[in-house]
Nanobody, 120 residues
């Protein structure tokens, strides 16, 4: 299995920045995708940003232009640079990992979550 270790969450003021990291270890898949999701109290989990197995990036409309996802394949690590943070960004952020056996057969893993709080 794959273990995911997240770091970088914390408390920041409106307009500030944070950088989240998620390192994958264990039975790493040669073909995989990683990304970030978030969940605020009383709300559904939502996609924030993903880095697909094909090397493409996807962003939620609410974070486009403010957040940047990147990967370091040598370290099996995905990052989320968050700038111009807003109170509505406050949530628990979860690292997501998809390991592919084939195009249609895969497994999914989740990190434990890291709290991001943006104060107004």
């Amino acid at each position: 299995q794959v273990q995911l270790v997240e770091s970088g969450g914390g408390l920041v003021q409106v307009g500030g920045s944070l950088r989240l990291s998620c390192a994958a270890s264990g039975s790493i898949f040669s073909l995989n995708a990683m990304g970030w999701y978030r969940q605020a109290p009383g709300k559904q989990r939502e996609l924030v940003a993903t880095f697909t197995s094909g090397g493409s990036t996807n962003y939620a409309d609410s974070v486009k232009g403010r957040f940047t996802i990147s990967r370091d394949n040598a370290k099996n690590t995905v990052y989320l640079q968050m700038n111009s943070l807003k109170p509505e960004d406050t949530a628990v952020y979860y690292c997501n990992y998809i390991g592919y056996y084939s195009r249609s057969v895969y497994v999914e893993y989740w990190g434990q979550g890291t709290q991001v709080t943006v104060s107004s």
